[in-house]
């Protein structure tokens, strides 16, 4: 009995021993993990810089303030004090008179902006809404410590609307200081960034933040703006957005404010985008886009399905006209998956890399066609050239014979007659089926189709009659289709619309 006692004295001993270690351990590994966090958030604060004003000091005499006058023509009485015809436009008009009849004489109006020099021998870049019908143009450097003001004239080398970018040219008797491009590509949603400029015509004004948002697009086919929560006001337009190594990556362009200041939501045309203008703009004084000559639209998952596409991706082709593509082979339902070696997502992409593109390059263009792949060689025009020699609206053509009618796919259909084109003012060579009626309840109506459209193409094929319809109605549900994919114009203007077969 006394022999038992003692093992288990031991045994509790060890045990005791056992947790006295382990304790002694976890001390030691808590101790080992506080360590390194505060020596993680030690080395994260060194990774941060503890001020910005190095890196302002190196790229500020880059940036400039921008002032624009223009002259604008004398009113002739007294608008914009009383309403025309008020008896207190007589009293206004000889007041104006008494005090030198100024509002008769032209006035010159001024407006702030600001830009960045991007080489040594006066290249300016600043948006093109800042000198936009401005007759002059003066630059003013921001002084260093004690240095005075220095101002100078400038003159616009070229414009682009598109992506509002322009590109100024000062003469400086010395070589000035410059600010270079960096890749917005790599700029990632958290990074840090720095707007400089002139907001609100206070003068040079730094303000930092981080990438909010990459890829926006407001309005233009080109758009790919960096959105930022830098402060941007009124007076940025045209400034630099700067990385942490004091690359330019995007130009200050936009807010998004219900009151006209900044509240966080500003956006940068990117510099990947800004370089490649300002590189036409420099050579030529304008800008040279590749263009494909096709109207095309988005892929989406019905219009997929009804082609036999796996995925809802690429450009599907819905018009033609004269020109590149045309000379090349590409035809309306053509679903363009490769352009020049680049996978296409969507018209949007497709846009952007045919405008980037070198004008009369020869490129390789991969289309979906019935069922398969071609490839097919397409020398770019140039989309200038194009818009300015866009072609009229058809001409009308006299009456003809009653229409036939029948109700397929939730619309009533009818032959396109004479009288019909010329009330749809569409031209003589115009064949298909024009759309009476619509059914409010029908899936046709959602998508949009409405009375006066004229289908041009069913499956596609051509159809001029009614039989032609309901032939392809019939060759889509034998190959297990669910939808059909119809070519409809409105106003001259074509669209793909894929109707379900199975409601």
Known sequence: ???SRSVQAQTIAVSTDQDRQAGIW???WLAVLGLGLILAQTLSAQARPESLAPLADEVSPAVVNITTSTVIEGRTGPQGIVPEGSPFEDFF??????????????????ALGSGFVISEDGYIVTNNHVIADADEIEIEFFPGEGQPKTLLPAKVIGTDPNTDIALLKVEAPSPLKFVIFGDSDTARVGDWVVAMGNPLGQGFSVSAGIVSARNRELSGSYDDYIQTDAAINRGNSGGPLFNMDGD???????????NGGSIGIGFSMASNVVTKVVDQLKEFGETRRGWLGVRIQDVSDDVAEAMGLE????ALVTDVPEGPSKEAGLLAGDVILSFDGTEVKNTRSLVRT????????TVRVVVYREGKTETL????GRREDAERQASPAPSTEEDGPSVTEKELLGLTIGTLTDTLRGELNLSAETDGLVILSVNEVSEAWEKGLRAGDVITEAGQQKVTSIRDLEARISEAKEA???SLLLLVRRNGEPRFVALNLLK
Do not use: C, H, W, Y
Not at 93 to 110: L, T
Not at 311 to 314: E, F, V, W
Not at 377 to 380: F, Y
């Open 26 to 28: 976890r001390m030691l």
């Open 93 to 110: 008009r000889e007041f104006q008179d008494r005090n030198g009849g100024n509002g008769n004489r032209p006035q010159r109006s001024s």
């Open 248 to 258: 330019v990556i995007g130009v200050n362009t936009a807010i998004l404010s219900p």
């Open 354 to 361: 045919v405008g980037n593109t070198e004008v009369g390059k």
């Open 377 to 380: 060689k397409v020398t770019l």
């Open 1 to 3: 009995m006394t022999r």
């Open 311 to 314: 995925d809802a991706k690429g």
């Open 480 to 482: 297990g289709r669910k």
